[in-house]
């Protein structure tokens, strides 16, 4: 006997409302289409099927961007945990058969992240878990971003200014910025910085496209402030490397100042310069191995208590330096 038309939409509406949902966390109907490993039509039609179903429009189109309507956005806070749900169903239970002390570990990290915040947290992890395989990603933001969404890591620890919707995100720490200057710098005998103390001087950068470098650089444009670049270099220890050389004067992330460094003075910036926070990034809807949530409780304790589907604000952050609180909410 045929299958009723209506009841074929409803044994469909599973994969109507992935492809929904995976075009509202891509912003992008292609990419959607890349994800699913399916045709751009094909996605197309699933949700102008579900858009038919429902008599409501998901999506105002502009170009190859879009963006969910009032309707859209409904929807998908109900639907999206559905999907996740019923996808994570055979990664739940496979997980949850094997022990906590076996398997594998994938961490991508920033510069940052990498040298300064993780070393701790693998420690102890390592110690407490020695026959896990950890394996660290060592990785530029764009790259954090690919790895998290093609599954190539458990999750990212790290600094984001734009946070892709189809990935979560938690803060973790928050750290202030700094200026770092030679010992015979004149910056270097003054109590209080200035912004126009900022201006014109030399300074040492790493790639521009660094997270704390853009959200500087943000704020000098913000302020009308003019700088100069003498130099440009591979990270941020290299920075503080030719900061102590003479080279020119920087501003870094006090988690790169955590340990002395010989020939460069600290100097506190003006609170205009906001603080960063670093987090934890997962794509949604990927199950958290066991390993991975000991891993990230371990950072945080309190990491799954609040509501998992609540996405805290990655970039800057004006609350007091260290940890902060689960209700508030960089790679690099």
């Given at each position: 006997m045929p299958v009723p038309l209506d009841q074929t939409y409803r044994q469909d509406r599973l994969r109507q409302l992935r492809a929904f949902c995976f075009a509202a966390e891509a912003g992008s109907i292609s990419r959607a289409a890349e994800r699913l490993g399916v045709t751009q039509p094909s996605v197309s039609l699933q949700i102008q099927a579900l858009e038919r179903e429902l008599g409501i429009t998901l999506f105002e189109r502009?170009?190859?961007?879009?963006?969910?309507?009032?309707?859209?956005?409904?929807?998908?806070?109900?639907?999206?945990?559905?999907?996740?749900?019923?996808?994570?169903?055979?990664?739940?239970?496979?997980?949850?058969?094997?022990?906590?002390d076996s398997g594998r570990l994938d961490i991508g990290a920033g510069e940052s992240s990498t040298l300064y915040l993780l070393p701790p947290t693998l420690e102890r992890f390592m110690e407490h878990h020695p026959n896990v395989q950890v394996r660290l990603h060592h990785l530029s933001v764009g790259e954090l971003m690919d790895a998290l969404r093609q599954d190539q890591v458990d999750f990212a620890v790290g600094a984001i200014l734009d946070m892709p919707d189809e990935l979560r995100y938690r803060a973790i720490y928050s750290y202030g910025l700094s200026l770092i200057t030679p010992p015979d710098h004149p910056l270097a005998r003054r109590d209080v910085i200035t912004m126009r103390d900022l201006a014109v001087e030399d300074y040492i950068i790493p790639p521009q496209n660094m997270t704390t470098w853009r959200?500087?650089?943000?704020?000098?444009?913000?302020?009308?402030?003019?700088?100069?670049?003498?130099?440009e270099v591979g990270s941020w220890e290299?920075?503080?490397?030719?900061?102590?050389?003479?080279?020119?004067?920087?501003?870094?992330?006090?988690?790169?100042?955590?340990?002395?460094?010989?020939?460069?003075?600290?100097?506190?910036?003006?609170?205009?310069?906001?603080?960063?926070?670093?987090?934890?990034?997962?794509?949604?809807?990927?199950?958290?191995?066991?390993?991975?949530?000991?891993?990230?409780?371990?950072?945080?304790?309190?990491?799954?208590?609040?509501?998992?589907?609540?996405?805290?604000?990655?970039?800057?952050?004006?609350?007091g330096p260290g940890f902060i609180a689960a209700d508030g909410l960089d790679a690099v």
């Open positions: 502009r170009g190859p961007r879009i963006r969910l309507t009032p309707d859209g956005e409904e929807l998908y806070a109900e639907g999206h945990k559905l999907v996740e749900a019923i996808d994570g169903l055979a990664d739940r239970f496979a997980e949850g058969n094997r022990p906590l959200l500087i650089s943000l704020v000098f444009q913000q302020h009308a402030i003019r700088y100069r670049i003498r130099l290299a920075v503080k490397r030719y900061v102590s050389l003479g080279f020119g004067i920087a501003i870094v992330s006090n988690v790169c100042l955590a340990e002395d460094y010989p020939g460069i003075v600290v100097r506190s910036l003006p609170e205009i310069f906001p603080k960063r926070t670093y987090g934890a990034m997962s794509r949604r809807g990927r199950f958290l191995s066991p390993q991975a949530r000991r891993f990230l409780e371990m950072m945080r304790p309190d990491f799954f208590e609040a509501d998992p589907d609540r996405l805290d604000r990655p970039g800057p952050d004006r609350s």
